[in-house]
């Protein structure tokens, strides 16, 4: 069998396991993955709705669940790929040294769950829009490649971040607080406007989350420039590639 | 077949969690200034059907030649090739998940480990069966002993014969019956044309499965030929290797010594390591700051565990020491033979009145000495003292 294909299947099974560890012995089991992200984007919505409501936030031809929605769609995988990613090496350090397919197969595990996580949330959540008549029927499928774009962007940040947790043992609370950082700097639960808006222009994901609502929300505008996008695309790409030049001779020693 | 030429690896430490910090934000191009070369310009090449014994003392690099020749460890020059599929075994049962049943546990790992789907399909049931662990499928490894745990370790990793096998301190586990079963299993491997190489501390065993030995010394290769030699070697490092000096210490707060040192010592050269039965001296240089009526001196040997396996003292021996004038120096030795297991302890000393410290006590000092007992040449043999048996018989038909 072709190499890349064994791994892909080792990969899959390897989800599998982690999934399996995850919920050993819970009766739900992975459905708690759904009830948990249901949950998460129900009492946004509700919470923020209200607020906007009784603040008279500017008005939009968009309707403001809707626009909950598709963000809280668009952020939830990602920050859960976020904060498992970055611990996944030294979570599985003892597989890790015994094996031989090498470090980085393990570092698409997270990548594998947000995808699945992404297209398990997406079902109610397109059921509802389709419902409220907010979807893009022409474009919406299209998100999920967007998902896995996006999710590629941020392993390229990630494979660095996996590994310097092993050298400084862990930074988990650190990223946690960082994903805070980055979650209320992204209009995922208000409209990018005024001082907020100039903000939102230095967050990473600002202009995919902007692609992700206008391949999803029908009548949505896109609102900010494309260009903007490639500063950290290519701050990225240069982490990555740093990564990947002498990092592994000091930090795999350390695992 | 492994080919390794001129292969150095060092190991980068830091000396501070800034030094740590800095590495991470440079990529590791500023790496930390802590360096310890653990193999130095390496040679060796194994052939199939070939076992090689690695034997040498702690730190010596056996562990960290398995790691790098698995892959888990980057090397910083030189060249490795190998071909063929690999496997390492590499503390047995660690890596297993508690939660997770026996057969899960099998599944997951054994894909991690270099099994396809299918083989790992085919090879449970005689992997079970080979641990002895039939009606433990099932059952979650929380559950499973120690033994049990590694006999399942063991069982996977030799489900089916790889080109390349690395052993690390996992050459017998279990009781002698599935210690006799893993041995044969080795020896098959061989016969079959796998190139096995085996790190292991049990040098008799060693001895008896390898085609040749390789002695390790400070990451550097000794010697490499027929086992019988290599031993020899070993034994000559061992002898050879003596410490710079004895454990001194001085301006001690107590009423009535002033300065102490200790030294353990076989052959007029002062030891960290010792062979089993081998004859140790240890010897007691203390000066004393107020006169002292009666003075018991003694000492205790203790495990890596902390358990007593040994203490005496004058008093028990009858050599007690008897008015002894402030100033005066007191040289007092215990000579005896090694005859406990092979492992790690530690000594410890107290200096006293009468039968115990409870009387009137001097100085106690607990871990003043660490040192290790090897084997040798000495025959296997279960518990933690040696007793040098001999055996007698007749034959009447």
């Not at chain 1, 400084?168 to 209320?184: A, E, G, M, T, V």
Request: hydrophobic residues 45%; neutral net charge.
């Amino acid at each position: 069998m072709n190499k890349r294909i064994k791994n892909l299947l080792v990969l899959l099974i390897l989800v599998k396991r982690d999934y399996a560890l995850q919920f050993a012995g819970s009766l739900l089991g992975i459905l708690w993955i759904l009830i948990q992200s249901l949950s998460l984007i129900f009492i946004y919505t509700f919470v923020f709705f209200v607020l906007n409501k009784a603040s008279n936030l500017p008005s939009s031809n968009l309707d403001y669940s809707s626009y909950i929605f598709s963000g809280l769609l668009f952020w939830i995988p990602l920050q859960e790929m976020l904060i498992r990613g970055v611990s996944i090496l030294t979570e599985n350090r003892q597989l890790i040294k015994r094996s031989t397919l090498g470090v980085d197969l393990f570092l698409w595990i997270p990548f594998i769950q947000m995808l699945i996580h992404s297209f398990v949330i997406s079902i109610p959540v397109f059921v509802v829009l389709a419902w409220v008549g907010s979807l893009n029927y022409q474009l919406f499928y299209l998100s999920y490649f967007m998902m896995i774009a996006v999710g590629l962007y941020l392993m390229l940040v990630l494979s660095y971040l996996a590994r310097i947790n092993i050298l400084l043992k862990d930074i988990s609370p650190i990223i946690r607080l960082f994903s805070q950082f980055l979650f209320w700097t992204l209009p995922v639960l208000y409209f990018p406007t005024g001082i907020l808006k100039e903000v939102n222009q230095y967050n990473p994901l600002i202009v995919p989350i902007d692609l992700f609502r206008f391949i999803v929300l029908k009548d949505y505008s896109l609102q900010f420039p494309f260009f903007i996008f490639l500063i950290p695309l290519v701050f990225f790409i240069i982490i990555f590639c740093l990564t990947r030049f002498k990092l592994d001779e000091v930090v795999m020693d350390h695992l | 077949m492994i080919r390794v030429q001129n292969l150095t690896k060092k190991y980068i430490g830091f000396k501070s969690p800034y030094e740590r910090i800095l590495t991470a934000l440079t990529f590791g191009i500023i790496p930390g200034s802590r360096s310890y070369t653990a193999l130095n310009e390496i040679n060796l090449e194994v052939n199939p059907g070939e076992i090689i014994g690695i034997i040498g003392r702690n730190g010596a690099g056996k562990s960290t030649l398995i790691k790098v020749l698995s892959g888990v460890s980057k090397y910083q020059s030189g060249s490795f090739e190998r071909k063929g599929s690999l496997r390492s075994i590499l503390e047995l049962g660690v890596g297993f998940n508690p939660e997770l049943s026996g057969e899960e546990n099998v599944y997951y790992n054994g894909l991690v480990w270099g099994y396809s789907v299918e083989e790992i399909g085919e090879l449970t049931g005689s992997i079970f069966e080979f641990s002895g662990l039939s009606d433990f499928k099932n059952v979650p490894l929380k559950n499973y002993s120690t033994g049990m745990m590694m006999r399942l370790g063991f069982s996977l990793a030799t489900a089916n014969r790889p080109d390349i096998l690395l052993v690390d301190e996992a050459l017998a586990v279990g009781d002698a019956s599935f210690q006799q079963k893993s041995l044969s299993r080795f020896q098959q491997f061989k016969e079959e044309g796998s190139a096995i190489i085996i790190v292991s501390h049990d040098l008799n065993l060693l001895q008896m499965i390898s085609d040749r030995m390789i002695v390790l010394e400070k990451g550097k290769i000794e010697f490499s030929g027929s086992p019988a030699l290599a031993l020899k070697k070993y034994i000559q490092i061992l002898a050879d290797n003596s410490f710079e000096e004895s454990i001194k210490e001085k301006n001690i707060s107590s009423t009535y010594i002033e300065s102490y040192s200790i030294q353990l010592s076989s052959s007029n050269a002062s030891k960290s390591i010792f062979g089993i039965g081998e004859v140790v001296t240890l010897k007691f240089s203390i000066k004393i700051k107020a006169a002292i009526p009666d003075l018991t001196i003694g000492f205790h040997i203790d495990d890596a565990k902390g358990l007593r396996v040994y203490g005496t003292n004058s008093y028990h021996l009858k050599k007690n020491l008897k008015n002894l004038k402030a100033g005066a120096t007191i040289e007092y030795s215990f000579i005896f033979p090694m005859n406990i297991s092979h492992g790690k302890y530690n000594l410890g000393f107290a200096l006293h009145e009468g039968d115990n410290h409870t009387t009137k006590c001097y100085l106690w000092k607990d871990d003043v000495l660490d040192f290790e007992v090897e084997r040798l040449g000495v025959s296997k043999f279960d518990g933690p003292v040696f007793l040098p048996v001999e055996c007698d018989w007749k034959i009447k038909d």
